[in-house]
């Protein structure tokens, strides 16, 4: 620990009066904004003293305790008077993806800090969301593109408002507001303090220095460039204290003279130190050498979302679709369904084009799409698959194959079917649409996602006769994202073929990811709810009560005399905790007990959530329980 005895109000005058660093290297406006801010409105003096305050009584009392994961919805205003200016929406994602990797010490780099400071870097517990929904409540992406005639924009916040070339903020208590643009006077970004004004709070990123592909330049090619303002915005200072020898207020990061640059060698040693911690994102070096957060600067941070916070009241925001989630020892699973599309157009026929007796089609979704859509990192496991119909017809499409597998295309270049890596058989059923709603494929295997790549569906099936095509809705595409071959084939089908068509016209997709790989329901449903749940006909169960305290009631119906059955229980973590075979089950309904209390391998089992899995005959289901004594 290094002590930094320093007083609250001299810190202050010292960020009033922060020095200007030479513009061809990395330079933060954030402090000479704060000086601004604080000549126009004199109050923010006092309000910064109250943050203060608030912070040490968090830090004496609950910085041990922090078992929140705060989650930001962000908005991205994208101001541009050039083509080149206008940052794509994956270099957006690409942004937000850094800051959940390096606010949650995930960053691949996180290796490379020294020893010596290993055990204070720190997970923040904070993550971040492209909004869902805007201040109306309406569906959004996140991410707005907007023209302005100002050619380049500087520190003092009229990239913020309308009136003056810029975009007006989202309500600043339930959004972090991004705003990148082309910023002047060498700047790579600014951004504002907690307690100031409401109207202008958030950050401002140059858009060469933002994300990590598309216009990003080197040396600040690796987004931490907003890693390092979304800090300020979250009351870290400079972590030289912006001062000879200053204080940043965090007492585990050592006094250093002076911001370092580029990428110096550990240890640089000023101020009686014994290194600077150079490699923390609150200093000035390039961004392929800053990789950490210490532990106190966590706990500064996250003091803004306890109790009297300055920025609690985002922890009431349901921008992202859910709320602020608390972490506990226990780990539990967790779903999102994402859709891919949104177009009225009742035109489409892929996947379900039965006017002809074979199909195959290839769909591409990339993973910016996915990202817009709500996709993290946690729920990886692709558990089902729909497609919203608008006039749906009865004929069962035989042999309904769905494979899923990893690419990096983003779209057909010709019109050969494509090949992807880690191709998995995800469900292979008979099957007939029979409502005009989203219609399910529940997957027997789950696709794994590896968050990186884009994605590409194959879907194939082969009929011995035709009828009407089922329409589904689909949206129009500025690339050919879907390549399809109909035709009427006797034997043989069209899994093979090789050569399709283009179309700029894609179905909408829904998908459903989960944290955990355990299968929920079989994919061999005839039909498929709207919500996506579905109960096999050859396989109906029911367990009760739930939460179950001791006795567990295990009901279910087989169609097939004699049939073999298998009841698994799993714990959080996919291990088996319990294993019984059941033979000869009769057909109609069958019943079976499994006894918590009085079961040896199932007593010492602790309170939580379980999986029950039953297979009879090659059908499985999965159910969720909660051990509850």
Not at 91 to 104: H, K, W, Y
Not at 615 to 627: A, F, H, Q
Request: hydrophobic share 35%; with cysteine; proline share 3%.
């Amino acid at each position: 620990m290094y002590s930094k005895k320093i007083s609250v109000l001299a810190c202050l005058i010292t960020l009033a009066f922060g020095t200007t660093q030479a513009q061809q290297k990395r330079t933060c406006s954030s402090m000479e904004n704060q000086a601004r801010l604080e000549k126009m409105y004199p109050e923010l003096v006092k309000n910064q003293l109250a943050i203060e305050e608030q912070t040490s009584n968090y830090l004496m009392t609950n910085a041990k305790t922090e078992a929140v994961i705060v989650n930001i919805p962000v908005v991205v205003h994208v101001l541009y008077n050039t083509a080149s200016q206008n940052i794509s929406d994956a270099q957006v994602t690409s942004q937000i993806d850094v800051l959940n990797e390096d606010f949650r010490k995930l960053n691949a780099d996180k290796g490379n800090v020294p020893s010596a400071f290993a055990s204070l870097a720190a997970d923040c517990n904070i993550t971040f969301c492209l909004a869902k929904k805007d201040p109306n409540g309406n569906a959004t992406t996140g991410i707005i593109h907007k023209y302005t005639t100002a050619t380049s924009f500087i520190d003092d916040d009229q990239v913020k408002s309308s009136t003056t070339g810029g975009d007006n903020a989202w309500n600043t208590g339930k959004y972090l507001n991004l705003w990148v643009c082309n910023l002047g006077n060498g700047l790579l970004g600014y951004a504002q303090f907690p307690g100031g004004p409401v109207s202008t709070d958030g950050v401002v990123i140059l858009y060469s220095a933002f994300g990590r592909t598309g216009t990003v330049s080197a040396p600040y090619n690796k987004g931490r460039t907003a890693t390092h303002e979304v800090g300020h915005w979250l009351n870290l200072r400079h972590i030289w204290g912006d001062a000879n020898c200053g204080s940043d207020l965090v007492n585990d990061t050592p006094t250093q003279q002076t911001s370092n640059y580029g990428c110096p060698s550990y240890p640089h040693v000023t101020c009686s130190n014994s290194g600077d911690m150079s490699m923390n994102y609150m200093d000035y070096v390039d961004d392929a050498c800053m990789y950490m957060f210490s532990a106190g600067q966590s706990a500064r941070m996250n003091a803004l979302f306890a109790s009297g916070g300055a920025r609690a009241s985002i922890l009431t925001s349901t921008a992202c679709g859910s709320s602020t989630t608390s972490t506990t020892t226990s780990t539990t699973t967790s779903s999102s369904m994402l859709t891919i599309g949104t177009g009225t157009a009742s035109s489409g026929a892929v996947p379900y084009g039965t006017y002809y007796m074979d199909e195959r089609a290839q769909l591409i979704v990339t993973k910016a799409e996915l990202v817009s859509a709500g996709f993290t990192s946690t729920n990886k496991y692709i558990k089902a698959l729909a497609f919203n119909v608008a006039t749906a017809n009865a004929q069962t499409m035989a042999n309904f194959t769905i494979k899923i597998s990893h690419i990096t295309s983003s779209a057909f270049s010709s019109t050969s079917f494509l090949s992807g890596t880690n191709q998995t058989t995800v469900y292979n059923s008979n099957f007939a649409t029979t409502s005009n709603m989203w219609n399910t494929h529940t997957f027997s295997t789950p696709f794994v996602y590896n968050g990186i790549d884009n994605i590409l569906i194959d879907i194939c099936w082969d009929n011995s006769a035709y009828n009407n095509n089922t329409v589904v809705r689909a949206s129009a595409t500025t690339d050919y994202m879907t390549l399809y071959k109909r035709s009427d084939i006797t034997t043989g089908g069209l899994c093979s073929t090789t050569i399709g068509t283009n179309s700029y016209t894609r179905p909408n997709m829904r998908f459903t990811m989960s944290s955990s790989g355990l299968v929920s329901a079989s994919s061999t449903s005839a039909r498929l709810a709207d919500d996506g749940i579905t109960t096999p006909k050859e396989l109906q169960t029911m367990l009760y009560p739930n939460p179950v305290n001791d006795k567990l009631s295990l009901v279910y119906n087989v169609f097939e005399e004699n049939a073999n059955a298998t009841i698994d229980i799993f714990n959080l973590y996919g291990s088996k905790v319990k294993n019984y075979e059941l033979q000869n089950s009769s057909i109609g309904e069958n019943n079976f007990e499994i006894n918590f209390a009085n079961d040896y391998d199932l007593q010492g089992l602790k309170d939580g959530i379980y999986f029950v899995s039953l297979s009879v005959n090659g059908e499985k289901i999965v159910k969720k329980i909660i051990l509850q004594r």
